[in-house]
């Protein structure tokens, strides 16, 4: 017969079996680098079908596709030539689907389903990655940028992540601002005060038509539908004639 040790053993591995249920049970968090099918992509009539249709990627990392809308969505991948790569077979409502770009060079994805949802990746090793962290809203900015070193008269594409300081997890519903001065100071490039991030990723474009010095600053204005103190980041680049 057990004794009272023994059954407060039992009762703790019960309580931990549940736990350890429960934890198993919790969705996955977004990965870093992630585009969101976004609610109601299914509606031609709707402005925008993904978060992000444009997304340079470093060769050798992997791209997840989040399905945020209330419908199953399926998604196929072609190489430049117009070689289907893969297929996602379903994607269901708040499950995800991804995609190692191992080999360098442009890819088009798409909806055979939807066929006005559709987008590109760019998988490049000419690509520049840097984070500023330890901000007082406890959100560390990410700026990715390609080409590398910008280009005058070439568009140079943006990815701004936002990061939980804390669970290194995408932070969702951020407002910000992004802007970029020039080399007198002057800016060149805004945003407006102040755009809302649903999913924590933002791209933006930018043809710079002079060389020299750029600061590119990342303003967060509020967090979860909270108005913060403004946080600034700032990252500079050198663009070349």
Same mark, same amino acid.
């Given at each position: 017969?057990?004794?009272?040790?023994?059954?407060?053993?039992?009762?703790?591995?019960?309580?931990?079996?549940?736990?350890?249920?429960?934890?198993?049970?919790?969705?996955?968090?977004?990965?870093? %680098?992630?585009?969101?099918?976004?609610?109601?992509?299914?509606?031609?009539?709707?402005?925008?079908?993904?978060?992000?249709?444009?997304?340079?990627?470093?060769?050798?990392?992997?791209?997840?596709?989040?399905?945020?809308?209330?419908?199953?969505?399926?998604?196929?991948?072609?190489?430049?030539?117009?070689?289907?790569?893969?297929?996602?077979?379903?994607?269901?409502?708040?499950?995800?689907?991804?995609?190692?770009?191992? %080999?360098?060079?442009?890819?088009?994805?798409?909806?055979? #389903?939807?066929?006005?949802?559709?987008?590109?990746?760019?998988? #490049?090793?000419?690509?520049?990655?840097?984070?500023?962290?330890?901000? =007082?809203?406890?959100?560390?900015?990410?700026?990715?940028?390609?080409?590398? #070193?910008?280009?005058?008269? %070439?568009?140079?594409?943006?990815?701004?992540?936002?990061?939980?300081?804390?669970?290194?997890?995408?932070?969702?519903?951020?407002?910000?601002?992004?802007?970029?001065?020039?080399?007198?100071?002057?800016?060149?490039?805004?945003?407006?005060?102040?755009?809302?991030?649903?999913?924590?990723?933002?791209?933006?474009?930018? =043809?710079?038509?002079?060389?020299? =010095?750029?600061?590119?600053?990342?303003?967060?204005?509020?967090?979860?539908?909270?108005?913060?103190?403004?946080?600034?980041?700032?990252?500079?680049?050198?663009? =070349?004639?």
């Amino acid at each position: 017969m057990f004794d009272s040790r023994d059954t407060l053993v039992v009762v703790v591995s019960l309580l931990l079996s549940s736990m350890l249920a429960v934890i198993v049970m919790i969705p996955i968090a977004y990965a870093e %680098q992630v585009i969101s099918i976004v609610p109601g992509a299914s509606d031609q009539t709707r402005p925008r079908f993904f978060d992000i249709t444009f997304y340079p990627i470093k060769t050798g990392n992997e791209l997840v596709w989040h399905n945020d809308d209330n419908t199953d969505h399926r998604l196929v991948i072609k190489s430049e030539s117009g070689s289907q790569i893969v297929d996602s077979g379903v994607i269901r409502s708040n499950s995800s689907f991804s995609y190692k770009f191992n %080999q360098a060079g442009m890819y088009h994805f798409s909806s055979p #389903t939807y066929p006005w949802m559709q987008g590109d990746v760019l998988a #490049t090793d000419d690509i520049s990655t840097a984070r500023v962290g330890h901000l =007082k809203n406890n959100v560390d900015v990410e700026l990715t940028w390609s080409p590398s #070193t910008p280009r005058v008269g %070439q568009i140079t594409h943006f990815i701004l992540t936002f990061v939980n300081a804390k669970t290194s997890k995408n932070q969702e519903h951020i407002d910000y601002g992004f802007t970029i001065n020039g080399p007198t100071g002057k800016t060149v490039y805004s945003t407006g005060f102040s755009r809302h991030s649903s999913g924590g990723i933002e791209p933006v474009s930018y =043809k710079f038509g002079n060389a020299g =010095k750029y600061t590119d600053t990342v303003t967060i204005y509020g967090v979860l539908f909270q108005t913060v103190d403004p946080d600034q980041a700032n990252f500079t680049m050198t663009a =070349k004639p």
